[in-house]
């Protein structure tokens, strides 16, 4: 049978066109796109189960796979197959997972793949820029729940000018090199390194890779509109029960609050708020907690959460005590290690970071090999979270996505104010001792320190601050130097670095 084969088309501003193509591959899935521009195409396919996993979160999987046959190439090694993503790889499905994550129900619980992989390369378009539209296509084209489309754009300013998906070419010429995610009407996600700008040309350059983005949203929905856009799925949603979630709000909710207002360190307040939940269940039957224990667990939570932004919308107060504007204390310490060529210890409340700087020669370079980048780098920074940094004990299982974005945000933060005649290959390793609230800006601080102590004359210090924000109705509360549970329990979690003249990194 011939398939049913359409193409929507996207003109972007300087002539060159991205298509949508759906309808001829992968059709077994729920959802498949082919996202071309150039010669570079990208599949992707989006696929989710039928019943809800038994966890109580979404279980969802964002996959991006560069194929080197893709670039006409081997893999590298004796083992010519690809095995474990690439770093790259790894920081390309973060991005895309970020926006798409919360736009999924909060009660859609059901195992969901999203799989993107580079089919053709071409060296004139950089993929990455491409996964985002191509993940949201695939979702849009399938009767996944979902609230509405988005898409994602490189935007990068060449001799003063703005450039959407840019070549690698244009990249080197750039002072800007942002990834923005963002939906019709909001921007979600922004990530990106910068040669010192300012706060008003980074809005600038966001408010640019938006517009972009809004075309590409409406090809989406022209494509999933004359494909014949399927009726959205039901889904066994969440069991609720108000009048238990009244009851438990009413009981609990002044006692969370009096706790949060407090100012108690991480581990005395999670004592109290667990013996709020404990004196809560304790008045509760055995027969009542073993048939509605995830209710129960579910609405403890939301009245803790409620409680504690209250309390910041309502007072300005924290959970450790500090205003909206309040820094935790610092304190730092460097050459703490005696036989590491440069070494800073960074604190900043109940976050430390401790960082080594090894100098080496053109032999200790990390060679890049992928089907879409071949090099070396001469500056590289590699990030570690062990599990006792949280007082958690859990199994190892390798480098961790979250540890290889860590890294490379603070790689980023750094690199810009390496002197360009820097005679040495220079590894940063930041080991991770203690964790409440943003420790890769931790670790850009103590690299900065650590790069200073093994005599790297680098042009300016940089610091990095995570800021957060709490929303409700028109009000609102911005948060400096924002703690893991405010992480947890916010709107927002933006982290930027820079010097004393500009931003570095986002």
Known sequence: MIPKILIQEIRLEDGRTITLETGKLAKQADGSVVVRMGNCMLLATAVSARKNSPVDFLPLTVDYREKFAAAGRFPGGFFKREARPSDQEVLTMRLVDRVLRPLFPKDYHAETQVMIQLMSHDENVMPDALAGLAASTAIQLSDIPFEYPISEVRVARVDGMFVVNPSKEQLLKSDIDIMIGASLDSVAMVEGEFDEISEEEMLDAISFGHEAIKDQIKAQVALAEAFGKKETRSYEEEEHDETLEKTIHEMTYDSYYE??????????????????????????????????????????????KKAVRDLILAEGIRLDGRKTTDIRPIWCEVDYLPSTHGSALFTRGETQALATATLGTSRESNIIDSPTNQGEEDFYLHYNFPPFSTGEARPLRGTSRREVGHGNLAQRALKKVLPDNCPYTVRIVSEILESNGSSSMATVCAGTMALMDAGIQITKPVSGIAMGLITEGESFAVLSDILGDEDHLGDMDFKVTGTADGITAC
Do not use: P
Not at 279 to 289: F, G, M, R
């Open 259 to 304: 706790v949060a207002k407090q100012g108690l360190s991480k581990s005395d307040r999670s004592e109290k708020f667990s013996e709020i939940k404990q004196n809560y269940i304790a008045t509760l039957s055995e027969e009542d907690v073993e048939e509605k224990s995830d209710l129960i667990g579910r609405y403890l939570n939301n009245s803790q």
